[in-house]
Nanobody, 127 residues
C-alpha cells in the first residue's frame, strides 16, 4: 500500500502561482512514477503531468505545458507541482497518483494506469 497526501491548494487570482505537494508513505517511493490529475465539477478527471520514478522523464498536458512544472524529491518521498500563470480554467480538485514502475523508467497519462490515489486538494483561480 502507498498512502498519498496532497497539500498546497487554495484560492489565487488569475496570473498567480501555487505549489502543490504530495507526500508518499508506505512503499519505496523511487519505484513509482508519480502523476498529477485534476477534476472540475461535472467533468471527467484529466491528466496534468507525470514524472518517471527516476525524475529523468516528464510529460505534460498541452493545456499546462510551459506553465506547470512537476518535480520530485526521492529523499523526501514527495512530488511537487509548481503552477504558474494560473487561469480560471485551472480551477479543479488536484490529485496525485502513483504507478508502480520498478525496473522501468516511463511516464503514463492514463488515469487507469495508476495504482494509488490521494484525496485531492482544491485549487480555485479567480478572474
Amino acid at each position: 500500500q502507498v498512502q498519498l497526501v496532497e497539500s498546497g491548494g487554495g484560492l489565487v487570482q488569475a496570473g498567480g502561482s501555487l505549489r502543490l505537494s504530495c507526500a508518499a508513505s508506505g512503499r519505496t517511493f523511487s519505484n513509482y512514477a508519480m502523476g498529477w490529475f485534476r477534476q472540475a465539477p461535472g467533468k471527467e478527471r484529466e491528466f496534468v503531468a507525470v514524472i518517471s520514478r527516476t525524475g529523468d522523464n516528464t510529460l505534460y498536458a498541452d493545456s499546462v505545458k510551459g506553465r506547470f512544472t512537476i518535480s520530485r524529491g526521492n529523499a523526501k518521498n514527495t512530488v511537487y507541482l509548481q503552477m504558474n500563470s494560473l487561469k480560471p480554467e485551472d480551477t479543479a480538485g488536484y490529485y496525485c497518483a502513483a504507478k508502480s514502475s520498478s525496473g522501468r523508467v516511463g511516464v503514463w497519462a492514463g488515469a487507469y494506469e495508476y495504482d494509488y490515489w490521494g484525496q485531492g486538494t482544491q485549487v480555485t483561480v479567480s478572474s
